[in-house]
């Protein structure tokens, strides 16, 4: 959220609403992308179902918080909701793919 709003009014010259920025937006996901490997990589725990999830959720969030304003939603509450349900069911439904298939090929 803070490298959307530096990047977005220091070189936000596009607007997608009425106060956010292309710029801003592209800042926040790839911000929210790196943070989120980096903590995944850290923590021991970078798979690929975790990252996908991840990068959905960073997606969602970007997306929510573009809307935020008009439909008169606390960020702070919408927007781990918003993100994090449907990146921890992509997770588990990665998982259980990726279980199923690894199973099958023994």
Known sequence: DTAAALIGR????HKLNSSKSVEGTVAFVVIGILFS?????????MTCGLMIGAIIGVIL???AELYEKQL?????????????????????LFYFFTSF??????
């Open 37 to 45: 490997a980096f903590i995944l990589r850290v923590s021991g725990e």
């Open 72 to 92: 008169h939603l606390d960020d702070n509450l919408t927007i781990p909701i918003l993100t994090g349900l449907p990146a921890t069911l992509i997770f588990y």
């Open 10 to 13: 220091r070189f936000g010259k």
């Open 101 to 106: 298939i690894s199973y099958s090929l023994y």
């Open 61 to 63: 969030a970007a997306i």
